[in-house]
């Protein structure tokens, strides 16, 4: 399994990015896939999910009306489209897939600031 996140970067509060994950080792299209991320201090915390098939998605209160998730399966790849962008989403961005919820990529680093 490998998970290569990318997109991440400096944004000021209000802000947008999309976070990109490609993966390899597996087949995607099969498995559900994750973003989570972690501050500095706190917890992983799950942040958006979506289903291996009809991409049914699910989001953490903190990032709903806000953040999309979405897949392309052609290409193995899921996204995050990060809108509106707050301080308090200043963290390192994970996607995990359900293939294998044990592994975790680098991941990639979001900082939202003025």
């Known amino acids: 399994v490998q998970l290569v996140e990318s997109g991440g970067g400096l944004v000021q509060p209000g802000g947008s990015l999309r976070l990109s994950c490609v993966a390899s080792g597996f087949t995607f299209s099969s498995y559900a896939m994750r973003w989570y991320r972690q501050a500095p201090g706190k917890e992983r915390e799950l942040v958006a999910s979506?289903?291996?098939?009809?991409?049914?998605?699910r989001y953490a209160e903190s990032v709903k009306g806000r953040f999309t998730i979405s897949r392309d399966n052609a290409k193995n790849t899921v996204y995050l489209q990060m809108n509106s962008l707050k301080f308090e989403d200043t963290a390192r961005y994970y996607c995990n897939a359900n293939y294998d919820p044990t592994y975790w990529g680098q991941g990639i680093q979001v900082i939202v600031s003025a």
């Open positions: 979506i289903t291996r098939s009809f991409d049914i998605t």
